[in-house]
């Protein structure tokens, strides 16, 4: 009886694998390519991004890498999104539907469409709304965390304001700019020298393709490990003080359209392409804001909610005609409170980003919802406007600028790397894919 059992479980699974095979012609499954922590990166969810940036690519005019390397390149940029998509989860970030609508609302007002128009625009392209939702929704919240992880605690200080300026004033080349691409190959840290020859070894490769008359865009998306290799490795206009050391010696000398040789440092071998260089001395006219802000700290004493309660509390004592200034000099808790939170002329880059983003979305008189920062919640009132040509106040913030971009970039890259590193990854696409 058992033997007869087993013949006629032998048969009913060749039936099964007949059966299966007949449908595999029909439908393809979905499998898992990549495990990251608890969550898992689908096949399709790879061939979806894949398809939807090569169009993108397609229509910039740009070349594309080959597939397995391709595929690559796409599924470590789904890896890094996964991270930090799984970190704002888990610390609370979140992007509500209403901020997510607004979102959508001035993508389709750029476009020049309603979203009933846009929607079908979509729908053309083979996206349902859906899906775009859900990625603009991504997007929004990635944006949030590295404003929050990152460059909101990027500081700069005054006395590398002033060694910019000097290293300026004493040096013309610094008043000039660079548009340049750049390919980087990294070698870990504690890499052996087995693994340094190979590293090597792949830069040869890369200078012999880039010998042989193949574009530097199709290398850097076929090569290298930074972030924007599939757009080409273009790090677009950068000033002397947005450049490391390194790059500026090599770049300095350089004509347009050269490729420079690969230039070691901690992180691994870099190769830049010098595309233009222009002069950096046009005036500078920025936007200054005249603001004022009510701000309520947390304390050990005041939770997150009871400050929010407080703040809601205030909101609507303005919406229903109180006067700022008397709210300010009662509730602020800020410098600023005895002169009715009035914070003067404000201008780009002296206040956190969460704040001066939601300090440039207001029109004049307007007043804000209470809005969360670093430093506790606040309410913001513009009350005027203004374009000012600056000269050593400008040459000052620019300076600012210049130094908190070259910052953040680093700390962003390197907040990611950390965050991988302190991740269980798991690849599973097949040798000849990965």
């Known amino acids: ?3 007869t059992l087993i013949q006629t479980l032998t048969l009913i699974s060749i039936g099964c694998i007949s059966l299966h095979l007949h449908a595999a012609d029909v439908i393809k499954m979905d499998r898992i390519v990549a495990v990251v922590d608890q969550e898992v990166i689908t096949e399709q969810e790879l061939e979806s991004r894949i398809s939807t940036l090569t169009a993108q690519l397609k229509k910039q005019g740009a070349e594309l890498p080959d597939e397995t390397i391709l595929r690559r390149q796409v599924l470590e940029r789904l890896i890094s999104d996964a991270l930090q998509l799984q970190y704002a989860a888990q610390t609370g970030l979140k992007v509500d539907d209403n901020q997510l ?22 729908h053309q392209d083979g996206i349902s709304m859906r899906k775009f939702r859900a990625d603009i929704r991504n997007e929004i919240t990635i944006a949030r965390l590295r404003e929050r992880e990152v460059e909101s605690r990027v500081n700069v200080t005054e006395s590398e304001i002033d060694n910019f300026l000097t290293t300026q004033s004493s040096s013309n080349e610094n008043q000039d700019e660079y548009e340049i691409s750049h390919i980087l190959i990294r070698v870990p840290e504690d890499a052996a020298t087995e693994d340094i020859q190979k590293t090597k070894n792949k830069v040869d490769e890369i200078l012999a393709a880039l010998g042989a008359g193949t574009s530097f865009a199709k290398v850097s998306a076929s090569y290298s490990d930074a972030p924007n290799a599939l757009e080409g490795g273009s790090l677009g206009w950068r000033t002397s003080a947005q450049l490391p050391t390194l790059f500026l010696d090599a770049i300095k000398s ?3 359209g050269e490729v420079s040789a690969p230039l070691r440092s901690p992180n691994g071998f ?7 260089k222009r002069g950096g001395n046009s ?25 929010k309660l407080k703040m809601d509390g205030i909101k609507e004592r303005l919406d229903n005609g109180e006067n700022f200034e008397v709210l300010a000099r009662q509730f602020s808790e800020d410098g600023t409170a005895s002169s009715g939170g ?4 404000v201008n780009p880059g002296d206040t956190v980003p969460q704040f001066e983003k939601a300090m440039n979305e207001l029109q004049n008189n307007q007043i804000s919802e209470p809005v969360r920062s670093p430093f506790g919640w606040h309410i913001i009132q513009v009350l005027e406007r203004r374009k000012q040509d600056m000269t050593k106040e400008a040459a000052r913030l620019k300076a600012r600028q210049e130094i908190r971009a070259r910052k953040a970039d680093e700390a ?12 269980f990854v798991e690849l599973r696409l097949e040798d000849k894919f990965y």
């Open 283 to 307: 005036p500078l006219v920025i936007e200054q804001t005249h603001a004022r802000h009510i701000l309520i700290k947390l304390s050990e004493i005041l939770s997150e909610n009871e400050a």
């Open 101 to 122: 609508d607004k979102t959508i609302e001035r993508i389709a007002e750029q476009n020049k469409m309603s979203i009933s128009e846009f929607s079908d625009a979509l």
């Open 270 to 276: 870099h190769i830049l392409k010098l595309n233009d």
């Open 1 to 3: 009886m058992l033997r």
């Open 254 to 256: 350089m004509q347009k």
């Open 412 to 423: 962003y890259q390197d907040w990611i790397r950390e965050l991988r590193d302190r991740a």
């Open 342 to 345: 009035d914070l003067g002329w």
